[in-house]
């Protein structure tokens, strides 16, 4: 394999940065850039001036710079095409580069959850009924709700940055919700239509696999924590931790989930002429012994994909590269015991108008990793310019040695207005 790669990581969050480090740890990379990266992969990396949806300009810095892999950390570009862009291009050297990602046919299983509802139900796979409607049906919606059981789940059709889902405990809620999502259009134009969903009574749990179209690996199993306050109270972020391994995700679990869910969907997609490459996060509800999808995202989690990374032994690279020649059974992962948890540190108040421009400090770290994502660097400082502004990730031997190491990490960090959960991982320790 050729040595001294250059590689190009797209997004500006914590995934990204725990990417970069992950992929420094290989012999085989020269250098790494991000486009646009955050305040910390810019004292650590090379970060370009090039947002996520800038195809021509992330062509360009492709060429110029001589890249040869590319990771596309965020889901918003794998929907609008970006792998597409890219495979349509002539130039000889884009020929050669490896990108991590799926095409927007694939990507469709996060851009449109009727979509994904729909190969879900060709597949046979295990999820929750659920029944479609846009704005013109309000009437109709507004009484199909109205006699559904409670709890009643309502999901954004589209993308809405990890936030266009709410479980609803009275009918009112789910009238309020679907009406912000067709009326109010909170999340955007590009929800032009909603799914009302059975709740599922059970344990969530994040599946990941890197396929190469061929072959997949499954990568280790996380649980995330989306409300913002203890006890899973509050609106939904983006996600306020995450820790890696759960429990119940034995061997005979994940054998249900390969071939239940996995390799049915594989099956299915190739069926229709679709060749999956890069990265699958599969949400799971554990009701009773058996697994259920709730989702399909296009890419890593945040923060699973800081707790993941964590626990994967050696060298990430070849296997990142087999996707070009689709050889990745060739290129086993390895996995730590040891248990990995993820604190994300929010800026005040998170998740509705986040407070930006103030000063963060970092203290010597104790054991552990700090993540940049909402942050910028100006005049030697760095400043929060997000939401979700730092994660800490630390690992330990058992998830109650990691989550004490990673709270421990937390007090390095002090800017005004923190908020976190302290309560990450602590229902998993009970069962």
Known sequence: MEKLLKVLIIGSGGREHAFARKVNESPLVDKIFLAPGNGGTETEFTNLPIEASHFEQLRDAILSLKIKLVIVGPEQPLVDGIIDYFQNQEDTWLKEVVFVGPDKACAALEGSKDFSKQIMKEAGIPTAK??????????????????????????????AAGKGVAVCSSHQEALDFSRSVLKDKVFGEANQSLLVEEFLDGIEV??????????????????????????????????????????????????????????????????????????????????????????????????????????????????????????????????????????????????????????????????????????????????????????????????????????????????????????????????
């Open 130 to 159: 659920a029944t479609v409607f846009d704005a013109s049906d309000w009437e109709e919606l507004q009484t199909y709700i109205l006699n559904h059981a409670l709890p009643v789940v309502i999901k954004a059709d589209g993308l």
């Open 206 to 431: 994040s599946m990941f696999t890197l396929s190469d179209g061929v072959h997949y690996q499954l990568l280790p199993e996380a649980k995330d924590y989306k409300r913002i306050f203890d006890q899973d109270m509050g609106p939904n972020t983006g996600g306020m931790g995450s820790v890696s391994p759960v429990w119940f995700v034995d061997e005979v679990f994940v054998e249900k989930v390969k071939s239940r869910i996995i390799n049915p969907l594989f099956n299915t997609l190739n069926s229709k002429g679709l060749s999956y490459k890069g990265f699958l996060f599969i949400g799971i509800m554990k009701v009773g012994n058996d697994p259920f999808v709730v989702e399909f995202n296009v890419r890593m989690g945040d923060p699973e994909t800081q707790t993941v990374l964590a626990r994967i032994h050696g060298d990430l690279v070849p296997a990142l590269m087999s996707i070009s020649h689709q050889n990745l059974d060739q290129f086993p992962l390895t996995f730590d015991k040891e248990a990995a948890t993820t604190i994300v540190l929010c800026a005040e108040n998170y998740p509705d108008t986040p407070i930006k421009g103030d000063e963060i400090v970092l203290s010597e770290q104790v054991e552990g990793q700090i993540f940049h994502a909402g942050t910028k660097r100006n005049e030697e400082k760095i400043w929060s310019n997000g939401g979700r502004v730092i994660s800490c990730t630390a690992t330990g031997y058992n998830l109650k040695t990691a989550s004490e190491r990673a709270y421990r990490l937390v007090k390095n960090v002090k800017f005004r207005g923190m908020q976190y959960r302290t309560d990450i991982g602590l229902d998993l320790m009970a069962s």
